[in-house]
């Protein structure tokens, strides 16, 4: 059973570029939600798809965006990079978009900005 | 709006328990806990709903004290594979959608 694939692993960036995450949830999983995780911190909510509509969105700038397809995988897209958006940026995949059901996670895109 | 974990850190000798806490400002409807290890994903541990529930294993069980938005992982007789960080996830109940993470508590069992 694949669980959730997230694709790059590792990618580099220079300041002012724009990157595109892609995310396959877990089979079974209609919900995508993408976090980022500074070294040392615990991972910090961006947003959350749902039926292919963007459902609940954390402190994150307009720089931002993303979509879900209707096969329930998603794109996180971020515009006009800068140092601090250096960061693992994950996904994790879950069942009706309530939280009464464990998330499931990939094992990120590890995104250097320079 | 983070739900706060305490300890931030701990060390343990193999077979010690140990005792991670997590706490909100607001009320919750559900408690996540996970574990991960360095380099690796986030995995899953048990969940707790609304309703004062616990749950686990005969090793790692979890608390959630409704009224006090407190929730409790409990490792017992710890092995060598519990090191890592463990972090709470907690939803409130007028955002159940939106999971939010603590910062973690980083865990490391030696021999």
């Known amino acids: 059973d694949a669980g959730v694939t997230q694709s790059p692993t590792h990618l580099i960036k220079t300041r002012g570029q724009q990157v595109t995450l892609r995310c396959s949830p877990k089979?079974?999983?209609?919900?995508v939600s993408w976090y980022q995780q500074a070294l040392g911190q615990g991972p910090q909510f961006i947003f959350q798809y749902y039926e292919e509509e963007e459902r609940q969105r954390g402190n994150f700038p307009d720089r931002f965006s993303g979509h879900q397809f209707p096969n329930y995988s998603s794109e996180l897209n971020v515009n006009a990079l800068w140092l601090g958006d250096s960061a693992l940026y994950l996904c994790?995949?879950?069942?009706?978009?309530?939280?009464?059901?464990?998330?499931?996670f990939g094992s990120g895109t590890r995104l250097t900005v320079v | 709006q983070q739900p706060v974990q305490s300890p931030q850190a701990v060390i343990l000798r193999e077979g010690e328990d140990a005792v991670i806490n997590c706490s909100s400002s607001?009320?919750?409807?559900?408690v996540h806990w996970y574990r991960q290890k360095h380099g690796e994903a986030p995995v899953f541990l048990m969940i707790l709903l609304k309703g004062g529930e616990q749950k686990g294993h005969e090793k790692i069980s979890a608390s959630f004290n409704e009224k006090k938005q407190q929730s409790s992982l409990y490792l017992t007789a710890s092995q060598l594979s519990y090191s890592g960080t463990y972090f709470c996830?907690?939803?409130?109940?007028?955002?159940?959608?939106?999971?939010?993470f603590g910062s973690g508590t980083r865990l490391l069992v030696r021999p």
């Open positions: 996830g907690t939803a409130w109940m007028d955002s159940s959608y939106k999971l939010i």
């Open positions: 994790a995949s879950s069942l009706s978009g309530q939280t009464n059901y464990g998330y499931t």
């Open positions: 607001k009320a919750l409807y559900s």
């Open positions: 089979s079974g999983h209609d919900t």
